[in-house]
């Protein structure tokens, strides 16, 4: 399950910097305050908790740039309900072509 998780962090973080040019040191400082994540978790295969991931895939699912559409195979996070009215700024999950 780590690896699952490893590689959907590394295709949110490939988007995400493709899109804004942010890279995942500087995304896992804004979302956790910890430069070290992503080298320490996703390049150098160390453990996480399923929380960590979630408030990283929480703060990029918040911070989507508008327009790009998250990956399909990676489920968004859960996250409260909204309405329908808000859900416009919410990012697309790009559909899946068989």
């Not at 399950?1 to 400082?29: N, Q, S």
């Not at 910890?34 to 929380?51: L, S």
């Not at 979630?54 to 489920?75: E, F």
């Amino acid at each position: 399950m780590e690896e699952l998780l490893r590689a959907h962090l590394r295709e949110l973080m490939a988007v995400y910097h493709a899109e804004i040019g942010v890279t995942p040191k500087t995304v896992c400082k804004r979302a956790l305050n910890d430069n070290t994540f992503y080298d320490r978790v996703v390049e150098r295969g160390q453990g996480f908790t399923v929380g960590t991931y979630d408030r990283v895939v929480g703060w990029l699912w918040s911070n989507w740039p508008q327009g790009a559409d998250w990956p399909s195979h990676v489920p968004p996070p859960d996250l409260p309900s909204v309405s329908s009215s808000s859900s416009s700024s919410l990012p697309a999950v790009a559909s899946s072509v068989c």
